[in-house]
């Protein structure tokens, strides 16, 4: 299977959807973002991911900007909270990038969205869903934008301008 799909709306809940069907089999998601929110109620994107995530194994890498605004510091808490998660800081990131890795499935959404409440509720985003079963990028388009995205977000961590917090 492959799927690719257009997101105008409710991106971040889209990617924590697909985070909560697949929890049994996910080893491992990318979150690459500026900026992260959460508010406190049942439909917040990051609390439905993290509920998914919860004692599930799964390891999440996060690449973020440092933190200044206290609603991005009280999103990165409730992560480090909730799931087995590594940050990285980098002060220059702009990339809205999601990846999920389960045995048998990946997904990417890449887009214009950050992690926050306001990307998904308010503002006018757009992002493109990428879906496969097979990690074959030889047989598989999909699965090969996958593999450059997940290498691309890999590769941040490296970076002279990124650094473990």
């Not at 214009?112 to 869903?129: D, G, K």
């Amino acid at each position: 299977m492959r799927r690719t799909r257009l997101i105008t709306k409710n991106i971040l809940r889209a990617f924590a959807d697909l985070v909560h069907v697949y929890q049994d089999r996910l080893y491992r998601l990318w979150i690459v973002s500026p900026w992260l929110s959460t508010q406190d109620d049942n439909q917040d994107s990051l609390i439905l991911l993290t509920d998914a995530l919860r004692d599930r194994g799964c390891t999440v890498i996060l690449v973020t900007r440092p933190p200044e605004a206290a609603w991005h510091q009280r999103a990165l808490e409730h992560l480090r909270a909730n799931c087995d998660i590594t940050v990285y800081f980098c002060s220059t990131l702009h990339t809205k990038l999601y990846v999920l890795e389960c045995n048998g499935f990946r997904a990417a959404i890449l887009g214009s969205a950050n992690f926050t409440a306001r990307a998904n509720r308010t503002n006018r985003e757009l992002a493109i869903e990428l879906r496969t079963t097979t990690e074959n990028p030889v047989n598989d388009d999909v699965a090969g934008i996958i593999s450059e995205l997940t290498e691309y977000a890999s590769s941040l961590r490296g970076e002279p301008d990124v650094e473990l917090a």
